[in-house]
């Protein structure tokens, strides 16, 4: 599988913008994917995930209500629509697929799981 992230920009507070991830190659065997990101001098930390099994989206608390993740099977595509864009909000934005308890904090394997090669998001006060 291979992951490639697209929709970064520079934007000023309040603005919106959309990420999307495409995915190719072995796409039947993703069982889940999910947004992370990764500010200046910070931790990578999770933005997101959704299932390959259509349940509802899953948020970090920073972004809940104001970021929403869905995805396009027919596309092999999922997005992250972000609005109320915050200062804080600024990181390289992640695109990730892996087993579903890798988002919940079990261990990782890297050889299970696959990642974009990141877009900025860069947000202006």
């Known amino acids: 599988v291979q992951l490639v992230e697209s929709g970064g920009g520079l934007v000023q507070a309040g603005d919106s913008l959309r990420l999307s991830c495409a995915a190719s190659?072995?796409?039947?065997?993703?069982?889940?994917m999910g947004w992370y990101r990764q500010a200046p001098g910070k931790q990578r930390e999770l933005v997101g995930y959704?299932?390959?099994?259509?349940?509802?989206?899953h948020y970090a608390d920073s972004v809940k209500g104001r970021f929403t993740i869905s995805r396009d099977n027919a596309k092999n595509t999922m997005y992250l629509q972000m609005n109320s864009l915050k200062f804080e909000d600024t990181a390289v934005y992640y695109c990730?697929?892996?087993?579903?308890?890798?988002?919940?904090?079990?261990?990782?394997?890297?050889?299970?799981?696959?990642w974009g090669q990141g877009t900025l998001v860069t947000v202006s006060s």
């Open positions: 190659g072995s796409t039947f065997s993703i069982n889940a």
């Open positions: 990730n697929a892996a087993p579903t308890t890798y988002y919940s904090g079990s261990p990782r394997n890297r050889y299970l799981e696959v």
């Open positions: 959704i299932t390959s099994g259509g349940g509802s989206p």
